[in-house]
Structures are given as structure tokens and as C-alpha cells.
């Protein structure tokens, strides 16, 4: 079973920026679609990024569209999400996903798409 670990989560100021990272044990990623998404306290679970295992087609959400950038890097396994001009309502619990649909990140990225979930890395927007 693939399993999923996140980090790099922490503490930003307003305008602020990170990196997430996200690395896979037990066996590589290419052949899976991967994900982040990031749910905020009270809020369900938001998809807000997606890239094809190819890493040619991407898909962002309307709320991070312009500031956030996902990458992948099959070599080491591991997935990224760089975070740009962070604001209060960037925080949230954000989570990496891969997927066994090679047509999945057409559009919206979509939780029951996913089968394999990462813990989740804590980012904090805060002054």
C-alpha cells in the first residue's frame, strides 16, 4: 500500500511563502496522478491542485490559481507544493493524495478520485 508522509508545513507571515513537500514510500509515483488538498478548521476538505503522472497537465483551484505551483520529482518519489503570496486564508491542514486514475486533473480536483492520503502538514498564516 502506498503511504504518503508531508512536511514542511509552519508557521508564515502575510505575503509569506513555503514549500510542502511530499514523499512516498513503499513504491515510486509515476504511474499516479497526485494531488494537495487542505481543509481549514469547520470547512470540508478542499482539492486545490492536481498533476498528470506524465507531469504535463496541471490543474489549480480558483483560490490559489497565480500563487501556488505543484511539481513532481519520480526520481525521488516525492510531490511539492510551492505556496506564494500566503494569506489568513491559506491556513489549513494540507494534504497530499495520489491516484490510480490516469484521467483524473481534467478539473476539479475531487476527494473520491484519490485513494491514497497523506497525514497532513499544518500551515499557519499568521502576523
Known amino acids: 500500500q502506498l503511504q504518503l508522509v508531508e512536511s514542511g508545513g509552519g508557521l508564515v507571515p502575510p505575503g509569506g511563502s513555503l514549500r510542502l513537500s511530499c514523499a512516498a514510500s513503499?513504491?515510486?509515483?509515476?504511474?499516479?496522478?497526485l494531488a494537495w488538498f487542505r481543509q481549514a478548521p469547520g470547512k470540508e476538505r478542499e482539492g486545490i491542485s492536481c498533476?498528470?503522472?506524465?507531469?504535463?497537465?496541471?490543474h489549480y483551484a480558483d483560490s490559489v490559481k497565480g500563487r501556488f505551483t505543484i511539481s513532481r520529482n519520480d526520481a525521488k518519489s516525492e510531490v511539492y507544493l510551492q505556496m506564494n503570496s500566503l494569506n489568513p486564508e491559506d491556513t489549513a491542514v494540507y494534504y497530499c493524495a495520489a491516484s490510480r486514475f490516469s484521467w483524473v486533473c481534467r478539473g476539479a480536483v475531487s476527494r473520491s478520485d484519490y485513494h491514497f492520503w497523506g497525514q497532513g502538514t499544518q500551515v499557519t498564516v499568521s502576523s
Open positions: 498533476i498528470t503522472s506524465s507531469g504535463g497537465n496541471t
Open positions: 513503499t513504491e515510486t509515483l509515476d504511474y499516479y496522478v
